[in-house]
């Protein structure tokens, strides 16, 4: 069990006790701990260790919009703490994407959803860049 660091603390008080005893200690509280089976285990993580930050993603006013800063994502998704954040891949369409910009896109949302690496889940929109738009254009001529 490691506990959650948030601004160089644990994000509770309540866990005091941390290491891969035997399989002794178990994560009651994502929020709080993590469960792991690792040798790290027996290491007081560092700041930020086994977290991610991520933007987060609203549905408001019939769009999806992105936080201004970044959030430290330490919510347990399908058993381990996130590596990666996500975005919606259609701005103007709440259906297919279920996240909330912490954790990477679920299994069934491959086409509306975006996985990305940590703090890079902002306004991405797929486009071509002007060389690939002049190097088409020379192409058909």
């Known amino acids: 069990v490691r506990p959650i660091i948030k601004d160089s603390a644990p994000a509770s008080s309540s866990v005091t006790s941390f290491g891969c005893l035997g399989g002794t200690l178990k994560c009651e509280d994502p929020t709080t701990c993590t469960t792991c089976t690792t040798s790290g285990c027996n290491t007081w993580p560092e700041n930020g260790d086994t977290l991610v930050k991520c933007y987060t993603w609203t549905w408001k006013e ?9 959030t430290t994502c330490n919510a347990q998704v399908g058993g381990s703490l996130p590596t990666k954040c996500s975005l919606p891949v259609k701005r103007d369409t709440q259906a297919g994407y279920s996240g909330n910009g912490c954790g990477a896109c679920a299994s069934g949302e491959k086409t509306t959803c975006l996985t990305t690496d940590a703090g890079k889940n902002t306004g991405y929109i797929p486009t071509l860049s002007a060389l690939a738009v002049t190097m088409i254009i020379l192409a058909l001529f």
């Open 62 to 70: 019939n769009k999806w919009s992105y936080s201004t800063a970044t």
